[in-house]
Antibody, heavy 116, light 112 residues
Framework: EVQLVESGGGLVQPGGSLRLSCAASGFTFSDHYMDWVRQAPGKGLELIGRITNKAYSYTTHYAASVKGRFTVSRDDSKSSLFLQMNSLKSEDTAVYYC???????WGQGTLVMVSS | DVVMTQSPLSLPVTLGQPASISCRSSQSLVFSDGNTYLTWFQQRPGQSPRRLIYEVSNRDSGVPDRFSGSGSGTDFTLKISRVEAEDVGIYYCMQGTHWPNTFGQGTKLEIK
């Protein structure tokens, strides 16, 4: 059974940083592109970052809303995905999902609140 | 970015009746490999999104056959042949052809 379990969410002040983690199991993690998708309270879905697999040089792609502030990385030896979030703004408040959108795998999400 | 426009945004449906959601893209979703990467997700209250349909019309394992997807190019539809109580939630279309992949605004299905 595929499982994606996010951790690391919480309350952070504007301008602060936070690092989210995602532990994957039940599939060959290293073969897959992986995504971070967020959902602001009561709002829709936004795919904010993607990292390819080793075959495609671990290339990263970002939405304009987070480019230059957020960094996606992975550790295939630990089947883990990460999201480093810097210079956080109030509009970054959302549930953050670890996902392989292309194959329909989603985690349960972790809530990030940016507030003073 | 490719804009995905869903209609209606609110869909009250009587149990046992059909339902239909439209999704239109601002650009063609046909990829260079010939495939069309249009996906439908269901998000039940308090849950993560669940993929229902991929590549326009392919139903995921475990998805009831009352769900079907169709369309081509820029115009797509999700149909539910007979709505059941467990279908309540928000439905999103998403294009995976162009980066960034983008979602529609969501259609909230409720029981009338």
């Amino acid at each position: 059974e595929v499982q994606l379990v996010e951790s690391g969410g919480g309350l952070v002040q504007p301008g602060g940083s936070l690092r989210l983690s995602c532990a994957a199991s039940g599939f060959t993690f290293s073969d897959h592109y992986m995504d971070w998708v967020r959902q602001a309270p009561g709002k829709g879905l936004e795919l904010i970052g993607r990292i390819t697999n080793k075959a495609y040089s671990y290339t990263t792609h970002y939405a304009a809303s987070v480019k230059g502030r957020f960094t996606v990385s992975r550790d295939d030896s630990k089947s883990s995905l990460f999201l480093q979030m810097n210079s956080l703004k109030s509009e970054d408040t959302a549930v953050y999902y670890c996902a392989d959108v292309g194959r329909g795998y989603w985690g349960q999400g972790t809530l990030v609140m940016v507030s003073s | 970015d490719v804009v995905m426009t869903q209609s209606p945004l609110s869909l009250p449906v009587t149990l046992g009746q059909p339902a239909s959601i439209s999704c239109r893209s601002s650009q063609s979703l046909v990829f260079s490999d010939g495939n069309t990467y249009l996906t439908w997700f269901q998000q039940r209250p308090g849950q993560s999104p669940r993929r229902l349909i991929y590549e326009v019309s392919n139903r995921d394992s475990g998805v009831p056959d009352r769900f079907s997807g169709s369309g081509s190019g820029t115009d797509f539809t999700l149909k539910i042949s007979r709505v059941e109580a467990e279908d309540v939630g928000i439905y999103y279309c998403m294009q995976g052809t162009h980066w960034p992949n983008t979602f529609g605004q969501g259609t909230k299905l409720e029981i009338k």
